[in-house]
T-cell receptor, first 107, second 115 residues
Framework: EDKVVQSPLSLVVHEGDTVTLNCSYEVTNFRSLLWYKQEKKAPTFLFMLTSSGIEKKSGRLSSILDKKELFSILNITATQTGDSAIYLCAVSYDMRFGAGTRLTVKP | DTGVSQDPRHKITKRGQNVTFRCDPISEHNRLYWYRQTLGQGPEFLTYFQNEAQLEKSRLLSDRFSAERPKGSFSTLEIQRTEQGDSAMYLC?????????????FGSGTQLSVL
């Protein structure tokens, strides 16, 4: 069965720290890998990755995909308290989600 | 508002009752997904539709759960004979499936509490 595994499950850092979140996957029909941020209710889209080695960037967030080793990382530099959230990884074709990483950024 | 909308936002029911949730996707989206999420967990896949066809249903889903998307637009998720373990957030998402990958847009969810 398709599997998406995120690590760590929980992370506590202080403002200004840099964090790296991991997502590994085993799926039979890969199309893309997506990262979402979930604060209160609905997850909000961050990145979609389809090709290996191409880094996607948005401000302090960046992500990269390794299709050979079947994983992706999400980096957040100079963390702020507003980055506190659950970060979710999902893999298409079937849009399976991992359990998420709960990030807490302390002032 | 042209996003994904879900109704109701909250539902409290007694064990054994049936409940039905509705999801209205973004109008041009052909794919619609249902997920269940409990506290501290990622969204758990339940089922998805491409247009009106239900293409996959999770093996974890019991026969008490059924979903429909009769005209390829809105969808309903029904839970029969609810149990306390059904208490969760039920999320709906839609996407425009294409060869280049798809991006899910989520509704705000329906929070179900079974007493």
């Amino acid at each position: 069965e398709d599997k998406v595994v995120q690590s760590p499950l929980s992370l506590v850092v202080h403002e200004g720290d840099t964090v790296t979140l991991n997502c590994s996957y085993e799926v039979t029909n890969f199309r893309s890998l997506l990262w979402y941020k979930q604060e209160k209710k609905a997850p909000t889209f961050l990145f979609m990755l389809t090709s290996s080695g191409i880094e996607k960037k948005s401000g302090r967030l960046s992500s990269i995909l390794d299709k050979k080793e079947l994983f992706s990382i999400l980096n957040i530099t100079a963390t702020q308290t507003g980055d506190s959230a659950i970060y979710l990884c999902a893999v298409s074709y079937d849009m399976r989600f991992g359990a998420g990483t709960r990030l807490t950024v302390k002032p | 508002d042209t996003g994904v909308s879900q109704d109701p936002r909250h539902k409290i029911t007694k064990r054994g009752q049936n409940v039905t949730f509705r999801c209205d996707p973004i109008s041009e989206h052909n794919r619609l997904y249902w997920y269940r999420q409990t506290l501290g967990q990622g969204p758990e896949f339940l089922t998805y539709f491409q247009n009106e066809a239900q293409l996959e249903k999770s093996r974890l889903l019991s026969d008490r759960f059924s979903a429909e998307r009769p005209k390829g637009s809105f969808s309903t998720l029904e839970i029969q004979r609810t149990e306390q373990g059904d208490s969760a957030m039920y999320l709906c998402a839609s996407s425009a499936a294409g060869t280049g990958g798809e991006k899910l847009f989520f509704g705000s969810g329906t929070q179900l509490s079974v007493l």
